[in-house]
T-cell receptor, first 117, second 114 residues
Framework: DQQVKQNSPSLSVQEGRISILNCDYTNSMFDYFLWYKKYPAEGPTFLISISSIKDKNEDGRFTVFLNKSAKHLSLHIVPSQPGDSAVYFCAASSVNAGGTSYGKLTFGQGTILTVHP | KAGVTQTPRYLIKTRGQQVTLSCSPISGHRSVSWYQQTPGQGLQFLFEYFSETQRNKGNFPGRFSGRQFSNSRSEMNVSTLELGDSALYLC?????????????FGEGSWLTVV
């Protein structure tokens, strides 16, 4: 049961343009969402997060949008740079679901972003 | 400030052996969790510790175990290794209960079982 889905395995964009990475979830108990960037054989690097009480969060070139009714979130990178090329993971957790959720992130399958110079 | 530190980074073990991986969380972080990444299954949650107590466990067999020490450092152990245990094992830490807080990952320990 894939509770967090990233339906696009890969995305290719030109340098300077916008990259939009999408993520869908099915578990309505999720109320905190994070995006990570990852290179092969390395640990994920935290990028940005959003709580379910918000619909948008910005940090520099990165903006995350959350649509709770659609159970959908997206990460926008503007402008995209070649150094952004990596695998991007969407992750979700439940803040208020009690002990069964502590420290547990549920990840999507990842999207490979390639930014061409 | 130092990040999450995992040792060893790379190791090769034989089927049937056991392995212990170590993790030092970010200073001040009390929650430590472990994840397994494989090509087929992606990133999967193993377990989480807080104040030396396991509070949450993923769907892995009992061969996978862990513990946390009073200084928040953690170890995970896999006994009777199988070929399918070959994976990148990631440790993560967060300041509080690990839920609703940013979770930071280490570089991982790459285990190959032959």
């Amino acid at each position: 049961d894939q509770q967090v889905k990233q339906n696009s395995p890969s995305l290719s964009v030109q340098e300077g343009r916008i990259s939009i990475l999408n993520c869908d979830y099915t578990n309505s108990m999720f109320d905190y969402f994070l995006w990570y960037k990852k290179y092969p054989a390395e640990g994920p690097t935290f990028l940005i997060s959003i709580s379910s009480i918000k619909d948008k969060n910005e940090d520099g070139r990165f903006t995350v949008f959350l649509n709770k009714s659609a159970k959908h979130l997206s990460l926008h990178i503007v402008p995209s740079q070649p150094g952004d090329s990596a695998v991007y993971f969407c992750a979700a957790s439940s803040v208020n679901a009690g002990g069964t959720s502590y420290g547990k992130l549920t990840f999507g399958q990842g999207t490979i972003l390639t930014v061409h110079p | 400030k130092a990040g999450v530190t995992q040792t060893p980074r790379y190791l090769i073990k034989t089927r049937g052996q056991q392995v212990t991986l170590s993790c030092s969380p970010i200073s001040g972080h009390r929650s430590v969790s472990w994840y397994q990444q494989t090509p087929g299954q992606g990133l999967q949650f193993l377990f989480e510790y807080f104040s030396e107590t396991q509070r949450n466990k993923g769907n892995f067999p009992g061969r996978f175990s862990g513990r946390q020490f009073s200084n928040s450092r953690s170890e995970m152990n896999v006994s009777t290794l199988e070929l399918g245990d070959s994976a990148l094992y990631l440790c993560a830490s967060s300041r509080d209960r690990g839920s609703g807080n940013t979770i930071y990952f280490g570089e991982g320990s790459w285990l190959t079982v032959v």
